[in-house]
């Protein structure tokens, strides 16, 4: 479990992070969503130990972040992938792989199984040897995370994980993601991917300098915007608009053609009474669906800025 | 502290350091060019001026004429010892632990005594000292001294004097000694300086950070990937240069073989030391700039000391001997510990990741 207490950093005047307190469980997806310098960065920065908070603390496990001899063991139980690569781009996959398994003591027979194991999965093992500086953004961002999985760690932290990956290769990370979440392993990642966050986050924490939001994608929709279906209807009556009001707890939103655009507060309660009260109208219903919104709903809602990049 | 990670970060460094043109070229090139081809070509055609065997002279002896085949031992018929005369003409005597100042001797016996503005004729003389002293048909044994005028006399000394090039290359070879210090104090300066701005430049520090790995590991591991490459180079190249000198220059100058224990000193002491300094200021400025180029031009004022060294000796200040090297090597490393505890402190993990840009 991560607990973040406050955490802050200040650069001189500029504040990075200011109280940023969230609670991240053992074996969940946690997304850090945020537009650029946002503080995203810097506060994966300050739980990977590389940095000192201003104010607050955070604790992995049992151990702070603050503290020096806990440092040391937080930093051996992350897996950490950053930004950019940051591979040796002379040196070949394997050693690569190697060097920082060895860096956590990674036993030789198991480090070269896994190793070997790792590159096989990426498709890489046939070219294990050869500089990886020759090797496309998405393979060296593979390797990366490949790199930062070695040691095996309870606790994942992935900065931008799929920036520079292709759809297919994006998607082969984030089924790993997921394949890792199963096994129990707790996975910070910032992201711009918005869908990505929706799709595989159980909770995001949407920052800009501080914390704004956090919680699961969908209760943060749905807290943030009421509960809209879409009715299609064979004719509109022209008193509609007015009669419908009667109806307690639905708001109608807008009307497209011969769809009702309605908000309703308790789903399970309302629609079928709207459902009845259309019918005894004389309007017969074609097709009745949820309107969704998305993640980008709540950012925009919330952040009040599109994306950076 | 963990040994087993300073040690992979050392041979990370190393297996990288294969593939930088660079740094292997300027591990194999300096050396060789440096301590084993320059001093070779350098010095060589000097050899062709020395004589193959010591000369016997005295400073300022002028000789003319040999000592006639007529000439006999003086008659003596007294003697005095352990006294000194001054402006005196002394004929007929034996003269035993003088000082004789400007005195005319003519037809003695001279041992153990020191002359000085004198004139010796028909005499015979031993373990004496003659200086600026005219001898006109004498015959000496084992003098010394200098300026002396030998007429028709047969007269050996004990002093050697040595040719001019036999006086010029114990200093050209210390001068092939120093080269052989500053070779593994300049290298760093190379390689060091790729230590933590090539690290930095590769973006590879942040997530060698995030490892387990500690400040001193660290610092350390990158001591040892300058260090090895350097020395390892430099004690190569070494063997093969002193080979050299031994082979094809010593014996032509009559100089014993090296190398000697000033030699061995300066090479597993003095060196490591210098080279360790060396490396600790590359680190200090390349942890603190973000080029590796300025870390390179920044680093090449830390082989100072070794400069200090070289010019003591070129000017004659310093003499090397095995002492001397060893209170180099303290001085060393005196500052080395210095320099570690320095580097140590201001290595700051979070302002090489915040400020470098």
């Known amino acids: 479990m991560i607990t973040c207490t406050g955490l802050s950093k200040h650069f001189g005047s500029i504040h990075a992070i200011d109280d940023f307190t969230v609670d991240i469980p053992t074996g969940q997806i946690f997304g850090l969503l945020g537009p650029n310098g946002a503080g995203k960065t810097t506060t994966m920065r300050m739980l990977c130990c590389l940095l000192r908070p201003t104010k607050g603390t955070a604790h992995i496990d049992s151990y702070d972040i603050t503290k020096l001899a806990d440092a040391h063991k937080i930093r051996g139980m992350i897996g950490f992938l950053p930004e950019v690569p940051g591979l040796y781009e002379t040196l070949g996959a394997y050693q690569n792989l190697d060097y920082y398994a060895q860096f956590y003591n990674v036993p030789k027979p198991q480090r070269q199984e896994s190793i070997k194991k790792t590159l096989d999965d990426l498709d890489l093992w046939n070219r294990r040897s050869e500089p990886v500086g020759g090797f496309s953004k998405g393979m060296k961002q593979k390797i990366a995370i490949a790199r930062a999985l070695i040691h095996d760690p309870p606790y994942l932290f992935l900065d931008e994980p799929t920036a520079s990956l292709d759809p297919q290769a994006a998607k082969l990370v984030r089924d790993y993601i997921l394949d890792l979440k199963t096994q129990g392993t707790t996975i910070l990642i910032n992201t711009h991917n918005l869908t990505e966050a929706e799709r595989i986050c159980d909770q995001v924490a949407l920052i800009k300098n501080t914390l704004i939001k956090v919680g699961n994608p969908k209760h943060l929709e749905h807290s943030i915007f009421a509960r809209t279906i879409a009715v299609t209807v064979d004719h509109i009556p022209p008193t509609l608009p007015q009669t419908i009001t009667s109806l307690p707890g639905v708001t109608l939103n807008k009307i497209q053609d011969t769809t009702l655009y309605l908000s309703v507060k308790n789903p399970s309660d309302d629609n079928p009474r709207i459902i009845d009260w259309l019918s005894s109208q004389g309007i017969k219903i074609t097709f009745i669906t949820e309107e969704e919104h998305t993640l980008e709903d709540v950012y925009l809602k919330l952040l009040g800025t599109p994306q950076g990049g | ?357």
């Open chain 2, 1 to 357: 502290m963990a040994w087993h990670n300073t040690w992979t970060l050392t041979r990370k460094d190393l297996a990288e350091f294969r593939h930088q043109k660079l740094v292997l070229g300027s591990i194999i090139a300096m050396p060789l060019v440096l301590g084993v081809i320059m001093p070779l070509f350098m010095f060589y055609p000097l050899t062709s001026l020395a004589p193959t065997q010591p000369t016997w002279d005295v400073t300022g002896l002028q000789e003319y004429g040999t000592l006639p085949d007529t000439f006999t031992a003086p008659y003596t018929n007294h003697t005095q010892m352990n006294t000194q005369a001054h402006a005196t003409t002394i004929t007929n005597t034996t003269l035993i632990h003088m000082t004789l100042t400007n005195c005319v001797l003519i037809s003695c016996i001279i041992q153990d005594s020191t002359l000085t503005n004198s004139t010796v004729a028909y005499s015979v003389l031993t373990e004496s000292s003659c200086v600026d002293t005219i001898l006109t048909t004498s015959q000496g044994t084992n003098l010394s001294g200098r300026h002396i005028i030998a007429d028709h006399s047969d007269l050996t000394f004990i002093a050697i004097k040595p040719s001019e090039t036999q006086l010029v290359f114990p200093t050209i070879l210390n001068l092939i000694l120093i080269i052989f210090i500053i070779i593994p104090a300049t290298l760093p300066t190379i390689i060091a300086s790729y230590s933590i701005v090539g690290e930095k430049n590769n973006r590879s520090l942040e997530p060698l950070l995030a490892t387990p790995i500690t400040d001193g590991e660290l610092l350390t591991g990158k001591i040892f990937s300058s260090l090895i490459p350097s020395m390892g180079s430099t004690l190569l190249a070494f063997t093969l240069g002193v080979s050299l000198l031994d082979i094809l220059l010593l014996p032509k100058i009559a100089m014993p073989l090296l190398p000697n224990l000033t030699w061995l000193l300066s090479m597993l002491v003095l060196a490591p030391t210098a080279c360790l300094m060396s490396i600790l200021g590359c680190i200090i400025v390349s942890s603190k700039v973000s080029d590796v180029r300025a870390a390179q031009q920044v680093g090449g004022f830390i082989v100072m000391p070794v400069v200090v060294l070289m010019l003591g000796v070129l000017s004659g200040f310093i003499l090397l001997s095995p002492l001397t090297v060893l209170a180099f090597t303290g001085i060393y490393l005196g500052i080395d510990l210095v320099l570690f505890y320095f580097a140590k402190a201001i290595f700051n993990r979070e302002e090489i990741l915040t400020k470098w840009k």
